[in-house]
């Protein structure tokens, strides 16, 4: 078979909408992530081999799984010649198996090292050889066969097992979610953000772990570009900072967005009382836990973006990240965000684009939202809004999700002293 580059194939990021969907244990920890992937304009269907060894070139190393999931890619013999990495796996739609053809490249593929999930759920029975060939299933709610219509679980038949891990899809409440788990799924596909009936925090409360963790990077070693990064992790903790320092008490002139900034005008020593007193508060309900992480991407998300932001300047990033990171401030608190802001000035620019949806920064804010909708015709249109390529876009999502891959690494490394109690 002749290689990509000699079809004069184009660059897979230049032409798919690549979206994605963490993957959230029953404890509300991300131990995934799903990659979705459509042609931005049909009909530019790519071999899936192409496909995946482009992703391969931009690829960030991590233990955790990573979901691939080409939808409208064409399965040939190209996805033989992919050097898997090895927390890949990609996806095959279950109805694709109706096809001999289909199912002897599934059992040659797996043969060759790479690594499956299947999608869905097939019409009859696989056969053992091609079930083997498949580590994960996902099955969207609707398709439960061990869920009822009111959402109870419904019993299985007598000596009925499993036979491979199973992830939900398609799950809207939090509700919906608890009881997947209770029926023994792994895990979800993304989290309901939109859901208004999981109760919120209703107190700005930051992460218990990171906070003491903080703590003690901030006693050890002052190091005040240490201690920022760590606090840009925690949008709740971010938020607080610099709401106090741009509260009446701190004459800092014009309004402070950047938090290394923000530590300089307290000075180490009032940062490290300032963290000691919030540890006090610290520890959140536990469903808090996916709507911060959610924040923390938007704002990585976003400050790639700065560049697209016309006559921006040094504070741009710092704007950009803070309009991310604080836009689900309302969903993690329960409170409204211009309550939340009060008198403090924030920025015009951060506060027009996460209250009233209008301003420069805007657009970036609707495109990770489209993102997280895996609505690639809203991604191709505040795009092109944006003039933005589509392969920046995919950059700035890779990059992004590599930052909080490592955050996930390390929380998931978190000594158990560290770990927070749900209350």
Not at 26 to 46: E, F, N, Q, V, W
Not at 184 to 212: F, K
Not at 278 to 291: D, F, K, M, V
């Amino acid at each position: 078979m002749n290689a990509p580059e000699r079809l004069g194939l184009p660059d897979a990021l230049a032409t798919l909408s690549i979206c994605y969907a963490p993957l959230i244990d029953k404890h509300r920890r991300a131990i995934g992530t799903r990659l979705t992937m459509l042609s931005a304009r049909s009909p530019d269907y790519l071999p899936v081999g192409h496909i995946l060894q482009q992703l391969n070139t931009v690829w960030a190393e991590s233990d955790a799984s990573v979901l691939i999931a080409p939808l409208d890619a064409t399965f040939d013999d190209s996805l033989l010649d992919w050097q898997a990495p090895a927390n890949a796996l990609l996806e095959v739609a279950a109805i694709a198996l109706r096809d001999p053809d289909m199912q002897r490249l599934v059992q040659r593929a797996r043969r060759r090292g790479i690594r499956m999930a299947l999608r869905g759920r097939p019409d009859v029975p696989l056969p053992p050889a091609l079930t083997a060939c498949f580590e994960y299933s996902l099955i969207h709610i609707a398709e439960d066969r061990r869920r009822l219509k009111d959402g109870r679980a419904r019993r299985a038949p007598p000596n009925a097992v499993r036979r491979m891990p199973f992830i939900t899809t398609g799950v809207r409440r939090v509700v919906d979610l608890d009881e997947a788990y209770e029926r023994g799924a792994m895990a979800s596909v993304g989290w309901p953000i939109g859901d208004t009936e999981q109760r919120p925090n209703c107190r700005l409360r930051p992460d218990q772990g990171n906070l003491m963790e903080l703590l003690r990077v901030a006693s050890e070693r002052p190091d005040l570009g240490g201690i920022a990064q760590r606090i840009r992790r925690d949008p709740v903790l971010a938020f607080k900072l610099l709401r106090m320092v741009n509260s009446g008490a701190f004459a800092s002139g014009e309004p402070v967005t950047s938090i290394p900034r923000a530590i300089r005008v307290l000075g180490h020593d009032k940062t490290l009382r300032w963290l000691s007193l919030s540890l006090e508060t610290a520890a959140e309900h536990i469903n808090a836990l996916p709507l911060m992480r959610a924040a923390t991407l938007r704002g990585l998300f976003l400050e790639q973006l700065a560049g697209t932001v016309p006559d921006s300047g040094e504070d741009t990033r710092d704007e950009l990240f803070a309009a991310g990171a604080f836009s689900l401030l309302d969903r993690i608190t329960g409170a409204a965000i211009p309550r939340l802001l009060g008198p403090v000035a924030m920025g015009t620019r951060v506060t027009d684009a996460i209250v009233h949806r209008r301003g420069p920064y805007a657009a970036h804010l609707a495109l990770i939202e489209a993102i997280e909708r895996s609505d690639p015709m809203a991604i191709r249109r505040h795009a092109d809004a944006m003039s933005l390529p589509i392969y920046d876009c995919n950059q700035a999502l890779l990059r992004a999700l590599a930052t909080t891959q490592k955050l996930d690494a390390e929380q998931l490394q978190r000594p158990e002293e560290m770990e927070f109690a749900p209350v």
